[in-house]
């Protein structure tokens, strides 16, 4: 019994072993969670569909597995997944009320990794449509809400997924990360997440729509062992990935607490966009600053140099592409796109209008801004900001203005997330450590690495998650 109350807030890890060695069952496991979410899911709307009847039938072929000593890595261990990858026999629907209700006919290459490693789905996890804003909420299936305030965003796009790992509906659950999708409910949520480089995780087997190579799959966690677990167990090229990225000299859990020697480590509270940033997101930074002095780093304030007053004009041309080739997709199966929401439906318009030319520009001038601010990196191994401009924002926020501009959303994702989509177009890794608190809510320091460099992020955050745990934090929901 006590290790079933503990299964509120054990580390995968743990449990994992804990099932391997026949402490608890995976059907006990199983059970527990889905019975957790039944519970607490009304409140949260973090999950779209519980799969309740497929994760007990995997949860008993797990046993027999555990019984004839054949346990896989993940053996037993509850991953939702976010609803928009494919889950095979399981309809996607990426938020949106123009996909029709139809299973899936495979499983992505995470998912068939996952699946191959013993991991067990109890569910798909909420997003925005066509994960668009940095908001969970939308027409299809509602808002998810923050398991620190039920009345604030958890954020997005990856929001049901990281509600559902901070109130404990699940320990842990996949994600992806387009312009700070992991980065952001990790922060609003208070959980760890690394956007894993460019190409570090397969997005195959079927032809993506991400022509800059913007999107990257990874997890939300409670601990940074758990996210380097998992990372290790999805991790690497599938044949005709458009993006390799050179792998590791050894698993990401053997970097959780090696030593990362003295680091050189900038920080800056300055984005690259010229928006207001709230009191308390500029203290979490000085702070995590101040506490990496501290652990003996070299530590100086820099700012890249990423002030460009073409970015955001420029990453909303391909993200325009990227949404209006999700709007076409759906079309080219039935859906009908007058059913998108209305900035889907403004992004979709704006990218029919751009010419070929002008998209290819866009992606050339993105990558000349890269080599930029790549610089940085050159002299720093870690470059620490705030995750956010403001904390969890309430629900609704994110449509102020929409009714007199439907692109206005997108405005405001840009005041309340002005450091994350630049290093979805530099393709380097970046982490989220819920360091800091404020009024009851967290607010997330972003660490952002090398080129290819998650060993030494995977290092430090566990470095000052030593120093400043944070696992024990539990929301009042839970």
Not at 279 to 294: I, K, M, N, T, Y
Not at 334 to 350: F, I, K, T, V, Y
Request: charged share 20%; net charge negative.
């Amino acid at each position: 019994m006590q290790i079933t109350k503990d299964l509120t807030s054990i580390s995968v890890t743990d449990l994992a072993a804990a099932i391997r060695e026949k402490e608890i069952s995976p059907v006990e496991v199983v059970d527990h969670y889905l019975e957790r979410t039944e519970e607490l899911n009304p409140k949260l709307n973090a999950f779209v569909a519980v799969l309740a009847e497929q994760a007990r039938a995997q949860a008993r072929e797990s046993e027999g597995r555990i019984q004839r000593g054949a346990a896989r890595p993940l053996e037993g261990v509850p991953i939702p997944i976010k609803d928009n990858v494919l889950l095979a026999g399981v309809p996607m629907f990426e938020g949106s009320r123009m996909a029709p209700d139809m299973p899936a006919p495979m499983d992505t290459e995470l998912v068939a990794r996952l699946r191959n490693a013993g991991a067990v789905f109890t569910g798909k996890t909420n997003l925005p449509e066509f994960g668009t804003i940095p908001s969970t909420e939308g027409d299809r299936f509602g808002a998810a809400h923050n398991p620190w305030d039920l009345s604030r965003t958890p954020g997005g796009s990856s929001g049901g997924a990281a509600a559902a790992v901070a109130a404990g509906l699940a320990p842990a659950a996949h994600g992806n990360d387009g312009g700070g999708s992991l980065r952001i409910p990790a922060s609003c949520c208070g959980v760890f997440s690394i956007k894993p480089s460019r190409g570090r995780v397969s997005r195959g087997p079927l032809p993506g729509n991400d022509p800059a190579g913007f999107v990257i799959d990874g997890f939300l966690t409670r601990t940074v062992r758990d996210n380097a677990l998992l990372m290790d167990v999805v991790s690497g090229p599938a044949l005709g990935d458009p993006y390799w990225a050179p792998p590791p000299q050894r698993p990401f859990v053997d970097e959780v607490g090696a030593s990362s020697g003295r680091l050189r480590i900038g920080w800056t509270d300055v984005a690259p966009i010229d928006v207001p940033i709230d009191p308390a997101c500029g203290a979490a930074v000085r702070d995590a600053a101040a506490l990496c002095e501290s652990l003996g780093h070299q530590v100086e304030e820099h700012t890249p140099a990423w002030r460009n007053d073409e970015l955001l004009p420029l990453f909303m041309q391909v993200w325009a592409s990227l949404v209006g080739t999700d709007v076409e997709f759906w079309a080219s199966l039935g859906g009908d796109p007058s059913l998108a929401e209305p900035h889907n439906r403004a992004l979709w318009e704006q990218g029919r209008a751009l010419p070929a030319t002008s998209l290819g520009l866009a992606i050339a001038k993105l990558q000349l801004f890269v080599r930029q601010i790549l610089t940085s990196w050159e002299t720093y191994d870690v470059i620490l900001t705030p995750t956010l401009a403001l904390p969890p924002v309430p629900l609704g926020w994110m449509f102020q203005g929409s009714e007199a501009d439907p692109m206005a959303p997108m405005t405001m994702a840009g005041v309340f997330t002005p450091f994350t989509a630049q290093i979805n177009v530099s393709g380097q890794p970046a982490a989220s450590l819920p360091l800091s608190w404020h009024d009851g809510l967290p607010i997330g320091v972003q660490a952002i690495g090398r080129p290819a460099g998650e060993s030494i992020l995977y290092r430090l955050c566990a470095q000052l998650e030593e120093a400043r745990p944070w696992a024990d934090r539990r929301p009042p929901i839970a």
